[in-house]
């Protein structure tokens, strides 16, 4: 039931009675003042011939016009009954008046009549005929005064009986107003029913739509073609064989380098670590070889994507972009490189390695939501989007999803591809002027050895004061966590792309270019030559230590002799001395002796001396050659053991190229010319 139309027409009959009451006596007022005023004027005229408008007796204007007509919006029940009393009063005023005027007057007129009564007897007649007149207006007026006294008793009667309908009409409108409100409460209240119901409803409709979404998005992972490559090998197989060679890298080729050369420094083998695993991750995304990887790292919102975009678009507004949102939308790291194609092109990376296409509506519907609704972690390592853009000729940028202190998934996700980028640029929103805890803690954990630009994101909206201030405060930051910053950008919207694009210019990449494995047979041979010149070196010396030591043995053996030849002839002297020739008795007999021949004697006697003398030497040289074979023989025992030593580690090094090579080879054929020592082609 309408009751506002039911409550509007009981109040619209109401002022059409009110208004019709209105008319009727307003019509009969008016004539009532008109007849009054008429005889009023006659009355006056019959007394006073002179009289004027302007005499006191003359009938005001507003009283021969009547009253101002009363506006509608004051035309209530009250206002009509004080209105008309108003009225009556005034007319009662009026006839006293006129009651007054016209005995002040016969009691002139008899005052003259007396006075003149002889000379102007001719004219009493025409005073009283005048007289009578206006008695006779008198008494018409108060009849009208009588008339309208009963008229206004009528409308008394008639105004009570409007006031008991209208407070009947009153009563009812209040019956119907509190029903109205108590209509409008439960009006309202079904008003916010209906909302509830209708935000639950848009709610489960959103939920509909992200789910619809995420089984789209699942299915679109599911069924996606491979990229058709020619040659292309099966990413599964590719992924295992990489990392088996990442694998016998770490474990074989640096355990083998570390024996054969022991005296090599800690960093060189934490440089092969890093450069082997950066060779197997670029091995399995082609996208990022022989580019300068940049990552944009940073906390959500802080305006990363819309950063790339710029680079991307060249600030042209019909290029395809990545979605941009408030919400974390960068939830899996995106990969951006070059296209030789005209049109966009989305593929991700399955948990497989595997490069796959999907749709770039799909890709543009992906948001962090999907991410909650789906384990998309299971299904996508990373998404790379390639444009025909030249800016990315030489590099390719890394997106990234934001830092969150509660959201640790996020942040192995991010670490876990940063360390492939040759530079990082942090954003940092500056309406938020900081860098928190967090990620001064994942800057010092996992990129104290990278170069480092600090983004000073949506600064249009700071005055140049405020700028330094930021950029003071993020240094102080900096400082105090000991991370160092190669070096601070300012950026907005409205600010110049070549504010970034200048320094991107001036970043050098870590790699090279360079191919650890090929790298690591050059390190394999310049190691086994080393060995083989080493092993050269010992056989030489070896040589020369048999040398000495022959040597050694021959003067050993030459001393043998000569002191048999030398102690035979010093005794064959001593025969001699103490033969009878030589030697003979005394006279008188007993031990004493006499020489025969004494020169002879002294000559063998001083000969004797000699041979002693040269015994003497030669046993000196046989001991100096004797130390000298025991301390060559413990050199060339020395050497041969270092030899043997030697000879196993080339042999070592030899068999660990041959099974590198052949790990290699069987992966990719490019390598078997640097197995052989050839170099490329």
Known sequence: MDYDLIIGGIISAAIIILVVFYIIWRRKTSLAKKT?????????????????????????????????EPSISEESNEGKDALLRAELAEKDKAIGRLQRELAEKSQALESSMVAQAVTEDGNTD????????????????????????????????????????????????????????????????????????????????????????????????????????????????????????????????????????????????????????????FEQKTWLKGKKVLAFVGEFSAGKTSIVNRILTQDKEDDFRLPVNSAPTTAIA??????????????????????????????????????????????????????????????????????????REDERRTVEVIREADALFWVVDAHTGTINDSSLRIMREHMDDMPLYVVINKVDGKSPKERVEI???????????????????????????????????????????????????????????????RAKEIRNAVRGYQKTISDAESTIDECSRQEDKTIKALIRKEEVMSSDDMVATTFWGGEKKKIKDPDRFWELFNGLFDDIGELREMYLKYADASTTRMDYLHEKDTADAQLADTKRQQKTLEKLKTDFARMVTDYDKKYANFAQGKGSN
Not at 37 to 52: C, F, I, Q, W
Not at 477 to 483: E, H
């Open 126 to 281: 025409a005073l009283r005929t005048q007289l009578v007149e206006r008695e006779e207006a008198l008494k018409k007026i108060r009849k009208e005064k009588e008339d309208i006294e009963d008229e206004l008793d009528d409308k008394d009667g008639e105004l009570k009986s409007a006031k008991r309908k209208a407070e009947s009409l009153k009563n009812e409108c209040e019956e119907l107003r509190v029903e109205l409100r108590d209509t409008q409460d439960g009006y309202a209240a079904q008003t916010r029913e209906l909302d509830e119901f209708r935000r639950k409803t848009e709610s489960m409709a959103d939920d509909l739509k992200t789910k619809t979404q995420s089984i789209n998005f699942t299915n679109e992972i599911l069924n996606a073609r491979s990229v058709d490559e020619s040659g292309k090998r099966d990413a599964q197989d590719i992924s295992k064989k990489v990392w088996e060679i990442a694998a016998f890298v770490e474990d074989r080729v640096c355990e083998d380098l570390r024996n054969s050369a022991p005296a090599t420094e800690k960093e060189f083998f934490d440089d092969v670590h890093e450069a082997i695993i950066r060779w197997a991750v």
């Open 471 to 533: 950029r003071k405060k993020i240094e102080e930051t900096m400082r105090k966590g000991n991370i160092p910053i190669k070096g601070f950008i300012e950026f907005s919207k409205s600010e110049p792309l070549e504010n970034i694009m200048s320094v991107v210019a001036g970043i050098e990449p870590r790699n090279e270019d360079s191919d650890i494995i090929e790298s690591l047979f050059g390190i394999i041979d310049e190691q086994i030559k080393s060995h083989a010149d």
């Open 334 to 407: 995106t990969y951006i490189c070059h296209s030789v194609r005209k049109d966009a092109e989305v593929q991700f990376t399955d948990m497989d390695g595997e490069l796959k296409i999907i749709s770039r509506e799909i890709f543009k519907n992906f948001s962090k939501l999907t991410l909650e609704n789906v384990n998309v972690a299971k299904l996508v390592r990373h998404f790379v989007v390639k444009y025909a853009n030249e800016n990315l000729k030489k590099i390719s940028i890394l997106d990234t999803p934001g830092f969150s202190s509660n959201d």
């Open 36 to 68: 009054t005023a008429k005889g009023t004027a006659s009355v006056a005229e019959a007394t006073d011939p002179n009289l004027t408008e302007e005499s006191p007796l003359a009938v005001p204007e507003g009283e021969r016009e009547g009253a101002k």
